[in-house]
Protein backbone atom coordinates (compact mmCIF):
# COMPACT_ATOMS: atom_id res chain seq x y z
CA UNK A 1 0.00 0.00 0.00
CA UNK A 2 1.62 3.38 -1.02
CA UNK A 3 1.64 6.33 1.12
CA UNK A 4 -1.28 7.88 -0.58
CA UNK A 5 -3.80 5.27 -0.09
CA UNK A 6 -2.82 4.85 3.37
CA UNK A 7 -3.34 8.18 3.44
CA UNK A 8 -6.98 7.70 2.78
CA UNK A 9 -7.08 5.16 4.62
CA UNK A 10 -6.52 7.33 7.34
CA UNK A 11 -9.04 10.07 6.75
CA UNK A 12 -11.66 7.18 6.01
CA UNK A 13 -11.01 5.68 9.82
CA UNK A 14 -11.37 9.42 11.10
CA UNK A 15 -14.49 9.77 9.14
CA UNK A 16 -15.84 6.74 10.17
CA UNK A 17 -15.46 7.53 14.01
CA UNK A 18 -16.98 10.71 13.85
CA UNK A 19 -19.93 9.37 12.74
CA UNK A 20 -19.98 6.40 14.50
CA UNK A 21 -19.99 9.12 17.74
CA UNK A 22 -23.05 10.93 16.83
CA UNK A 23 -25.26 7.41 15.54
CA UNK A 24 -27.29 4.88 17.57
CA UNK A 25 -30.69 6.77 18.38
CA UNK A 26 -31.40 4.65 21.48
CA UNK A 27 -34.77 3.73 21.59
CA UNK A 28 -36.46 2.25 25.21
CA UNK A 29 -38.44 -0.64 25.79
CA UNK A 30 -41.07 -0.11 28.34
CA UNK A 31 -43.11 -2.73 30.31
CA UNK A 32 -42.55 -5.26 27.81
CA UNK A 33 -41.93 -8.54 29.48
CA UNK A 34 -45.24 -9.58 29.75
CA UNK A 35 -46.39 -12.03 32.65
CA UNK A 36 -49.30 -13.20 33.81
CA UNK A 37 -50.26 -11.42 37.24
CA UNK A 38 -52.43 -13.09 39.88
CA UNK A 39 -54.75 -11.67 41.76
CA UNK A 40 -53.10 -11.83 45.00
CA UNK A 41 -49.74 -9.91 43.05
CA UNK A 42 -52.14 -6.81 41.86
CA UNK A 43 -51.63 -3.45 42.80
CA UNK A 44 -50.90 -2.87 46.67
CA UNK A 45 -54.08 -2.99 49.09
CA UNK A 46 -52.75 0.63 50.08
CA UNK A 47 -52.98 -0.04 53.67
CA UNK A 48 -52.22 2.19 56.37
CA UNK A 49 -48.28 1.25 55.91
CA UNK A 50 -48.12 2.26 52.72
CA UNK A 51 -49.10 5.99 53.63
CA UNK A 52 -46.75 9.14 55.08
CA UNK A 53 -47.01 9.51 58.30
CA UNK A 54 -47.49 13.33 60.17
CA UNK A 55 -44.09 14.67 61.56
CA UNK A 56 -43.14 17.91 63.50
CA UNK A 57 -42.55 20.52 61.36
CA UNK A 58 -44.99 19.26 58.53
CA UNK A 59 -47.00 21.97 56.78
CA UNK A 60 -51.16 20.98 56.95
CA UNK A 61 -53.27 22.59 54.74
CA UNK A 62 -56.70 23.03 56.07
CA UNK A 63 -60.12 23.91 54.21
CA UNK A 64 -63.74 23.68 55.05
CA UNK A 65 -65.74 22.24 51.68
CA UNK A 66 -69.03 23.27 52.66
CA UNK A 67 -68.24 26.82 53.92
CA UNK A 68 -65.34 29.48 51.75
CA UNK A 69 -64.84 31.12 55.32
CA UNK A 70 -61.86 30.60 57.29
CA UNK A 71 -61.88 28.36 59.83
CA UNK A 72 -60.21 31.45 62.05
CA UNK A 73 -63.65 33.03 61.61
CA UNK A 74 -65.01 30.94 63.77
CA UNK A 75 -63.40 32.93 66.91
CA UNK A 76 -61.24 35.42 65.31
CA UNK A 77 -60.13 36.83 68.95
CA UNK A 78 -57.42 33.36 69.27
CA UNK A 79 -56.63 33.17 65.22
CA UNK A 80 -53.36 33.34 66.02
CA UNK A 81 -52.77 30.16 65.58
CA UNK A 82 -52.96 30.24 62.09
CA UNK A 83 -50.16 30.54 59.93
CA UNK A 84 -51.36 31.44 57.06
CA UNK A 85 -54.71 31.88 55.53
CA UNK A 86 -56.71 33.55 51.76
CA UNK A 87 -60.23 34.38 51.09
CA UNK A 88 -61.07 30.92 50.18
CA UNK A 89 -60.91 29.09 53.60
CA UNK A 90 -57.77 27.49 52.81
CA UNK A 91 -55.46 27.47 55.88
CA UNK A 92 -52.09 26.39 56.56
CA UNK A 93 -50.28 24.75 60.34
CA UNK A 94 -47.43 23.85 60.95
CA UNK A 95 -47.00 20.72 63.12
CA UNK A 96 -45.11 21.79 66.28
CA UNK A 97 -42.32 19.96 68.03
CA UNK A 98 -44.82 18.28 70.28
CA UNK A 99 -46.75 16.69 67.23
CA UNK A 100 -49.69 19.42 67.72
CA UNK A 101 -51.50 22.01 65.85
CA UNK A 102 -53.68 24.49 67.31
CA UNK A 103 -56.36 24.74 65.77
CA UNK A 104 -59.45 27.93 66.34
CA UNK A 105 -62.19 26.61 68.73
CA UNK A 106 -60.51 23.35 69.34
CA UNK A 107 -57.07 24.35 71.01
CA UNK A 108 -53.79 21.92 70.56
CA UNK A 109 -54.53 18.59 68.65
CA UNK A 110 -52.25 15.80 68.19
CA UNK A 111 -51.71 14.54 64.30
CA UNK A 112 -48.33 13.40 64.89
CA UNK A 113 -48.24 9.78 63.66
CA UNK A 114 -51.43 10.14 61.92
CA UNK A 115 -51.85 9.40 58.22
CA UNK A 116 -53.32 12.58 56.01
CA UNK A 117 -56.90 10.71 56.02
CA UNK A 118 -56.71 10.00 59.75
CA UNK A 119 -56.19 13.43 60.64
CA UNK A 120 -58.88 14.79 58.30
CA UNK A 121 -61.26 12.63 59.90
CA UNK A 122 -60.01 13.38 63.28
CA UNK A 123 -60.41 17.34 62.61
CA UNK A 124 -63.73 16.90 60.65
CA UNK A 125 -65.52 14.93 63.47
CA UNK A 126 -63.97 17.63 66.23
CA UNK A 127 -65.53 20.29 64.01
CA UNK A 128 -68.70 18.76 63.67
CA UNK A 129 -68.78 18.22 67.68
CA UNK A 130 -68.28 21.71 68.39
CA UNK A 131 -69.06 24.48 66.22
CA UNK A 132 -69.83 23.50 62.23
CA UNK A 133 -72.70 21.22 61.22
CA UNK A 134 -71.72 18.65 58.60
CA UNK A 135 -68.32 19.75 57.63
CA UNK A 136 -66.67 18.33 54.98
CA UNK A 137 -62.87 19.10 55.84
CA UNK A 138 -59.77 18.80 53.31
CA UNK A 139 -56.46 18.25 54.32
CA UNK A 140 -53.23 18.09 52.41
CA UNK A 141 -49.53 18.08 53.81
CA UNK A 142 -48.00 20.71 51.57
CA UNK A 143 -43.82 19.99 52.24
CA UNK A 144 -43.78 16.69 50.97
CA UNK A 145 -41.47 16.49 48.03
CA UNK A 146 -39.24 13.97 46.00
CA UNK A 147 -36.03 14.76 43.84
CA UNK A 148 -35.47 13.33 40.14
CA UNK A 149 -32.51 13.85 38.05
CA UNK A 150 -30.24 12.17 35.63
CA UNK A 151 -31.72 11.09 32.18
CA UNK A 152 -35.04 13.04 32.41
CA UNK A 153 -36.65 15.10 30.44
CA UNK A 154 -37.29 18.31 33.26
CA UNK A 155 -35.18 17.38 36.23
CA UNK A 156 -35.88 18.80 39.85
CA UNK A 157 -37.93 18.39 42.54
CA UNK A 158 -41.14 17.73 42.56
CA UNK A 159 -44.53 17.99 45.72
CA UNK A 160 -46.20 14.48 46.37
CA UNK A 161 -49.69 15.97 45.84
CA UNK A 162 -51.66 12.61 47.26
CA UNK A 163 -51.18 9.73 49.84
CA UNK A 164 -49.34 7.18 46.94
CA UNK A 165 -47.57 8.33 44.00
CA UNK A 166 -46.00 6.43 41.48
CA UNK A 167 -42.62 6.61 39.79
CA UNK A 168 -44.74 6.08 36.79
CA UNK A 169 -46.28 9.30 37.46
CA UNK A 170 -43.55 11.27 38.14
CA UNK A 171 -41.70 10.52 35.29
CA UNK A 172 -45.13 11.89 33.40
CA UNK A 173 -45.24 14.85 35.49
CA UNK A 174 -40.91 15.02 34.72
CA UNK A 175 -41.48 14.76 30.99
CA UNK A 176 -40.56 11.40 30.35
CA UNK A 177 -36.87 9.70 29.62
CA UNK A 178 -34.47 11.15 27.86
CA UNK A 179 -33.24 8.72 24.83
CA UNK A 180 -29.68 8.15 26.99
CA UNK A 181 -32.04 7.16 29.67
CA UNK A 182 -31.51 3.16 30.90
CA UNK A 183 -35.19 2.08 31.69
CA UNK A 184 -33.97 -0.65 32.88
CA UNK A 185 -32.20 0.34 35.73
CA UNK A 186 -34.10 3.14 37.76
CA UNK A 187 -32.69 3.96 41.08
CA UNK A 188 -34.81 5.43 43.86
CA UNK A 189 -32.60 6.51 46.71
CA UNK A 190 -34.54 6.62 50.41
CA UNK A 191 -34.15 5.91 54.03
CA UNK A 192 -32.09 8.04 56.60
CA UNK A 193 -28.85 9.78 55.45
CA UNK A 194 -27.07 7.58 57.61
CA UNK A 195 -28.46 4.37 56.30
CA UNK A 196 -29.80 5.10 53.14
CA UNK A 197 -31.70 2.39 50.93
CA UNK A 198 -31.03 2.35 47.05
CA UNK A 199 -33.68 0.67 45.03
CA UNK A 200 -33.77 -0.66 41.86
CA UNK A 201 -36.71 -0.57 39.35
CA UNK A 202 -37.44 -2.24 35.65
CA UNK A 203 -39.71 -0.31 33.95
CA UNK A 204 -38.85 -2.82 31.31
CA UNK A 205 -40.46 -5.19 33.21
CA UNK A 206 -44.50 -5.21 32.52
CA UNK A 207 -44.58 -5.90 36.64
CA UNK A 208 -42.88 -2.58 37.60
CA UNK A 209 -46.04 -1.03 37.39
CA UNK A 210 -47.40 -3.34 40.28
CA UNK A 211 -44.44 -3.09 42.39
CA UNK A 212 -44.85 -1.58 46.11
CA UNK A 213 -41.48 -0.80 45.73
CA UNK A 214 -42.22 1.78 43.28
CA UNK A 215 -44.96 4.26 45.04
CA UNK A 216 -42.63 7.30 46.39
CA UNK A 217 -42.22 8.06 49.55
CA UNK A 218 -41.16 11.64 51.29
CA UNK A 219 -37.71 12.86 50.34
CA UNK A 220 -36.87 9.74 47.48
CA UNK A 221 -34.54 10.61 45.33
CA UNK A 222 -34.99 8.80 42.26
CA UNK A 223 -31.82 8.62 39.51
CA UNK A 224 -31.99 7.69 35.83
CA UNK A 225 -28.99 5.82 34.53
CA UNK A 226 -27.48 6.34 31.26
CA UNK A 227 -28.30 3.27 29.27
CA UNK A 228 -24.93 1.32 27.37
CA UNK A 229 -25.49 2.84 24.00
CA UNK A 230 -24.93 6.14 25.23
CA UNK A 231 -21.45 5.52 27.76
CA UNK A 232 -20.33 3.66 24.35
CA UNK A 233 -21.03 6.85 22.36
CA UNK A 234 -19.53 9.10 24.64
CA UNK A 235 -16.25 6.29 25.20
CA UNK A 236 -16.14 7.04 21.04
CA UNK A 237 -16.69 10.89 21.20
CA UNK A 238 -14.14 11.28 23.68
CA UNK A 239 -11.75 9.05 21.54
CA UNK A 240 -12.60 11.03 18.22
CA UNK A 241 -12.00 14.17 20.19
CA UNK A 242 -8.74 13.24 21.32
CA UNK A 243 -6.98 11.65 18.22
CA UNK A 244 -9.58 13.07 15.23
CA UNK A 245 -7.00 16.29 15.03
CA UNK A 246 -3.98 13.78 15.19
CA UNK A 247 -5.51 11.65 12.61
CA UNK A 248 -6.64 14.87 10.18
CA UNK A 249 -2.85 16.09 10.82
CA UNK A 250 -1.25 12.80 9.56
CA UNK A 251 -3.73 12.92 7.10
CA UNK A 252 -2.79 16.19 5.45
CA UNK A 253 0.73 15.62 5.74
CA UNK A 254 0.85 12.40 3.83
CA UNK A 255 -1.20 13.87 1.52
CA UNK A 256 1.30 16.72 0.98
CA UNK A 257 4.28 14.76 0.96
CA UNK A 258 2.41 12.51 -1.62
CA UNK A 259 2.23 15.71 -4.15
CA UNK A 260 5.65 17.20 -3.61
CA UNK A 261 7.06 13.37 -4.82
CA UNK A 262 5.02 13.43 -7.95
Known amino acids: MNKCNLGYTFLILGILLLFESCSNKQYQAL??????????????????????????????????????????DLNPAISGALQGSTSTGVESFMVEDDGTIALTGLGHIQVEGLTRFEAQKLIEDLYRKTFLKNPIIELKITNLKVTIFGEIKT????????????????IGEAGGLTERANE???????????????????????????????????????????????IRNDKLQNFSSIFQPAILLFNTALIIITLIRH
Request: aromatic content about 4%.
Open 184 to 230: TNIKIIRGSEKIPKVTEIDLSDIESINDPRAVLQNGDIIYITENKRA
Open 31 to 72: FERKRTISDSSSRPTGGNSTYYRIKPQDILQIRNLQNSKNIA
Open 155 to 170: PGAFPLTKDKTTLIEL
